[in-house]
C-alpha cells in the first residue's frame, strides 16, 4: 500500500540552526502538507503545497520556514534558524484532492532543539 | 480560535463494547470530516471520512455520524478492541477553497480487556 514516508525520523540540532525535514509523499498525491504536533497538544496545520507553490499557510509558518519541491518525488521542510520552541513532531501528509479526499500523514520527525 | 473541539480528553470503554467518540464544529462552511487515529510518535492514521451531504458512513466496525444542524459528528467503534487504544482526532475541511484540514484537539480512547 503507498504511504508518505519521512525521513530522519528524529532530529537533534542546536538553537539558531537550519534544519531541513524530508518527506516522499504518495506518488499520484497532487496536494502536500506541512503539520506539526507539540508534545501533548493538538495537530496544526503548518503549510499546503500544490502545483509548486504555497496554496496556504498559518500565522506558525513565519519567514524562518521555508517549503520545496526540489524533485519529482522529494518534498522538504525547511527552518532557517531553529528556536526552542521549534522542538515538536513535524508531520508530512499528501491528498489527491485539496479537499473532500483523505490526506495520508507519514510517521513524522521528531525535531528536538537545544 | 478552536473550530473543531473535542470536549472529552479521554475515554475508557470495556472490550467488546461501543466506543463513541464526539467532536464539535463551527464553521458552517466545513464540508468534509475525517477521523484519525494515532498511537504515540507516529504519524495519524487515516481511519473512516464523510462528506457534508451524507448523514452516516460505514466502514467494518467503525461508523460515523454527521448532524449537520447541531455541527456535530461521532465516531462509533462497535465492538471495541484492545488495538483500538489510541488517541482519535476528527479533522474538517472546507471546500471554499482553503487547502488544509483542521485538527480537533484530540480523545485518547483506551479500551479495557
Known amino acids: 500500500e503507498p504511504e508518505v514516508t519521512q525521513t530522519p525520523s528524529h532530529q537533534v540540532t542546536q538553537m539558531g540552526q537550519e534544519v531541513i525535514l524530508r518527506c516522499v509523499p504518495i506518488?499520484?498525491?497532487?496536494?502536500f502538507y506541512w503539520y506539526r504536533q507539540i508534545l501533548g497538544q493538538k495537530v496544526e496545520f503548518l503549510v499546503s503545497?500544490?502545483?509548486?507553490?504555497?496554496?496556504?499557510k498559518s500565522e506558525i509558518f513565519d519567514d524562518q520556514f521555508s517549503v520545496e519541491r526540489p524533485d519529482g518525488s522529494n518534498f522538504t521542510l525547511k527552518i532557517r534558524s531553529t528556536k526552542l520552541e521549534d522542538s515538536a513532531m513535524y508531520f508530512c501528509?499528501?491528498?489527491?484532492?485539496?479537499?473532500?479526499?483523505?490526506?495520508?500523514f507519514g510517521q513524522g520527525t521528531r525535531l528536538t532543539v537545544v | 480560535d478552536q473550530q473543531v473541539k473535542q470536549n472529552s480528553p479521554s475515554l475508557s470503554v470495556q472490550e467488546g463494547r461501543i466506543s463513541i467518540l464526539n467532536c464539535d464544529y463551527t464553521?458552517?462552511?466545513?464540508?468534509?470530516f475525517l477521523w484519525y487515529k494515532k498511537y504515540p510518535a507516529e504519524g495519524p492514521t487515516f481511519l473512516i471520512s464523510?462528506?457534508?451531504?451524507?448523514d452516516k458512513n460505514e466502514d467494518g466496525r467503525f461508523t460515523v455520524f454527521l448532524n449537520k444542524s447541531a455541527k456535530h459528528l461521532s465516531l462509533h467503534i462497535v465492538p471495541s478492541q484492545p488495538g483500538d487504544s489510541a488517541v482519535y482526532f476528527c479533522?474538517?475541511?472546507?471546500?471554499?477553497?482553503?487547502?488544509?484540514?483542521?485538527f480537533g484537539t484530540g480523545t485518547r480512547l483506551k479500551v479495557l480487556a
Open positions: 501528509a499528501s491528498s489527491l484532492l485539496p479537499t473532500g479526499s483523505e490526506a495520508f
Open positions: 506518488s499520484n498525491h497532487l496536494y
Open positions: 503545497f500544490y502545483n509548486n507553490e504555497i496554496s496556504e
Open positions: 464553521n458552517s462552511m466545513f464540508d468534509y
Open positions: 464523510i462528506s457534508s451531504i451524507k
Open positions: 479533522a474538517a475541511s472546507d471546500g471554499s477553497g482553503t487547502y488544509k484540514y483542521i
